[in-house]
């Protein structure tokens, strides 16, 4: 996360732009070109199908067999000449990432040899042998009955030799077992729910569409220095190492120009994407040494999201054959920025409106204040819950880092959108009009077009107004976008389902339609004063004054999760239809057990790097010192040999003291461990993480740094950071 955001247009850049392009190697030749798209199903599929498929995609109209077996033999004939010989359910688990199970399109023919079978049953749903994925015990492991199901608003693509077939993963039941089923519904809750409030300004509005711009951060090392840090190759950060004389303070990786290597790695990763229909269009480096970012132009939010996922199983893939592995992970390196994911967010309307943009008329200008104000509610309401959608054992080391806003969500608006609600609020609205001098009053006649690159900009905002759109800036660069996309739309779907209740209710009781939705957006601005926030979100001061405004405060990650399970949360899920409470309660069980096993593996490996690496590097060095005085002793008369001995001495006593100080901790923690892992309740036991592990593992850190800095360097057996962040 920067604070300076200039985009730099690097001289390379222009260089290559001046270059004559061949016409097939202009993206435009081969965007999409392994994606089954709107131009590949009309070439591919029968009339009929395709205008059935086509009436899902857009109107969520279900499929019958007979068209899912023309679009299953449709997308096999396609796929099959692209080269593919396999197929998958590709599904998002709620673990990190996606899950896919390969199976060729061979069966047996009945003549003892085999044909490419790909029918609608196989394209429609599958049984993954899926008892080892996180459930939460909403299905039990004996059981083992879960099954993904086709989305076809996502289209099928093709990635080396399989046809990829975007499915949700559910239990039999029904229940979610992944994060695209709920991602759906909320953006099913939201379109519906902002139509009938669109219906107050436009009654021809049949569709509202919730867009998402992500924007990845990610870090680069060099693979073989990887490979010698078992702590990034276990648990993809850094666990031990001391910052490196020269880190970010000059802010030079920003302005400076992307190596060589890092270019030829982007460039192929921008081919494979846009070939896989994924609009990349930004890319630079971030503030800290070999950090970069990435971001396409913004889709629809289902879309969206999985070529996120997309996106981040390319980086890994590619990133190692040019010798580099990514790092993903929120924090790899202390003392360095940590990596974040924005997610820019807004609605869109079938008639081309984007709801979170100021118009040309006064009505135009009601709608999107009443659209502003209807977010800035719900963030208020659902503070502590969003907040939970970005909290995980990796991006906690992120949020309140002094680098990324801290674990308080607000709302920044800046002075064009305050200055609107302020006077909205407080001017008398009696008997108004809205195009005449009472809609000049309230302010919302004539709202500025905002030009977005020039809205004012508040970097330290976890939640921010940027124009046209909303930016969730306290997303981690690990996580799956979904989880924070689906609390938001149905957030947003709830509160504009109350809005429209309480206008309605205005109107029942013969108040004008504008009158009555002004008189409830004055009455919300005034409820959710508490959220909105235009200062300084990482000053000291404003923690004092969120917890003083009632926003949630919470800092520990297993009690941040518990939001999950407010009755205020699961009122609101379960009224959307995007979640019920026995999957609410079974997915925070998964996050629960997510948190304790990654802080285990980090625990133990740091354990095993200090017994195994530091303590014997140290030992070895102290021993050479040791060796050395008794040797200066030997050589020199004992006053001589004490004074020339002297400041090894000193070194001999602070290694012993420090490795004697590690030995201890982390037998402690060894024994915290073990006492923590006997206790039955997830929650419980992830809690006991956080407040016994995580200290212990910030207590055996310092003195490794500290020897880091006195050992001899040639002994030292871990790449450092000089090393990780400078050598490309
Ligand atoms: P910055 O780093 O200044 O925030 P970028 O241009 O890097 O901006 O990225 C902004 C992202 O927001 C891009 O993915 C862009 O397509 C997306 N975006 C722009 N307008 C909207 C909108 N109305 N809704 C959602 N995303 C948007
Ligand atoms: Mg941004």
């Not at 950060?237 to 992307?258: C, M, P, V, W």
Request: charged share 25%; aromatic share 8%.
């Amino acid at each position: 996360m920067s604070q300076l955001r200039f985009r730099v247009v690097e001289s390379a850049f222009e260089k290559q732009a001046a270059e004559p392009v061949a016409p097939a190697e202009r993206p435009s030749a081969y965007y999409g070109e392994l994606v089954f798209n709107r131009e590949k199903m009309f070439k591919y599929l029968p009339g009929s199908a395709y205008r059935r498929l086509v009436d899902s995609i857009d109107n969520g109209t279900p499929l019958d067999r007979e068209t899912a077996d023309a679009v299953a033999s449709g997308m096999k004939k396609w796929a099959m000449e692209k080269g593919a010989t396999h197929y998958t359910h590709w599904f998002h688990p709620l673990t990190e990432g996606t899950a896919e199970k390969h199976d060729a399109f061979i069966e047996q023919d009945g003549k003892g040899g085999v044909l490419e079978e790909f029918d609608g049953k196989l394209l429609i749903q599958q049984e993954p042998d899926a008892s080892s994925f996180p459930n939460g015990g909403i299905r039990n492991t004996f059981e083992a009955r879960g099954y993904s199901a086709w989305d076809p608003s996502s289209p099928a693509f093709i990635v080396g030799d399989t046809l990829c077939v975007p499915t949700v993963f559910i239990a039999y039941t029904g229940e979610s077992l992944d994060y695209k089923a709920p991602l759906l519904k909320a953006l099913e809750a939201v379109n519906k729910a902002a139509v009938d409030v669109c219906h107050y300004f436009n009654p021809e509005v049949r569709k509202v569409c919730a867009y998402l711009g992500w924007e990845q951060e990610y870090f680069l090392v060099d693979e073989g220095l990887y490979a010698a840090r078992p702590d990034l190759l276990m648990t993809g950060r850094t666990l031990i190492g001391h910052e490196s004389a020269k880190n970010q303070q000059l802010e030079d990786h920003y302005f400076g120009a992307i190596p060589t290597r890092v270019m030829a790695f982007m460039k192929e990763l921008e081919v494979e994407a846009l070939r896989l229909g994924i609009p990349v269009k930004t890319r630079h480096n971030e503030v800290a040494p070999n950090q970069f970012e990435l971001a396409p132009i913004f889709e629809e939010c289902n879309l969206a999201n999985d070529h996120n996922l997309l996106i981040m199983a390319l980086m890994r893939k590619i990133s190692r054959k040019h010798g580099f592995r990514v790092l993903l992970h929120e924090k790899p390196f202390k003392g360095v920025n940590g990596s974040g994911k924005h997610n820019n967010w807004s609605l869109g309307t079938d008639t081309g409106v984007l709801l979170m943009a100021p118009g040309k008329t006064p009505e135009e200008n009601l709608r999107f204040v009443a659209f502003a104000v209807n977010v800035l509610k719900a963030v208020y309401t659902h503070n502590a819950l969003l907040k939970a959608s970005i909290a995980s054992a990796t991006n906690a080391h992120r949020l309140g880092a002094n680098e990324a806003p801290p674990a308080i969500i607000s709302c920044f608006l800046g002075a064009q959108l305050s200055r609107v609600l302020e006077h909205l609020e407080n001017r008398d609205a009696e008997d108004f009009n809205l195009a005449g001098k009472q809609g000049m009053k309230l302010g919302i006649a004539r709202i500025p077009e905002l030009l977005i690159d020039n809205t004012d900009r508040n970097r330290t905002s976890p939640f921010a107004f940027t124009g046209n759109r909303f930016e969730f800036r306290a997303v981690g660069s690990s996580a799956n976008c979904a989880a924070a996309m689906l609390v938001l739309n149905a957030a947003v779907a709830d509160q504009l389902r109350q809005f429209k209740a309480e206008v309605d209710a205005r109107i029942a009781a013969g108040k004008e339609t504008f009158a009555a939705i002004i008189e409830v957006i004055r009455a919300d601005i005034k409820a959710c004063e508490a959220v909105h926030f235009d200062g300084n979100g990482y000053s000291e001061d404003w923690k004092a004054e969120a917890a003083r405004r009632g926003l949630d405060c919470e800092t520990s990650v297993p009690l941040i999760f518990d939001a999950y399970l407010r009755e205020s949360s699961v009122r609101m899920f379960e009224s959307t239809g995007v979640m019920t409470r026995k999957e609410l309660e079974a997915r925070n069980e998964v996050k629960w057990e997510m948190y304790t096993k990654k802080i285990q593996i980090e625990a133990r490996v740091l354990g095993e790097l200090a017994m195994n690496q530091i303590i014997p590097t140290a030992i070895k060095y102290q021993s050479s010192l040791i060796d050395n005085v008794y040797k200066t002793r030997a050589l020199f008369p004992a006053d001589k040999a004490a004074r020339l001995s002297a400041k090894n001495m000193e070194i001999i006593e602070e290694i012993a003291n420090r490795t004697i100080f590690i030995k201890e901790k982390v037998d402690e923690m060894v024994e915290a461990r073990k006492i923590a892992n006997r206790i039955g309740s997830e929650r419980e036991k992830a809690i006991a993480y956080h407040d016994r592990i995580v200290p212990l593992m910030e207590a055996i850190r310092y003195p490794i740094d500290k020897l880091e800095r006195i050992v001899d360097d040639r002994l030292w057996t871990l790449p450092k950071y000089r090393e990780l962040l400078f050598i490309r």
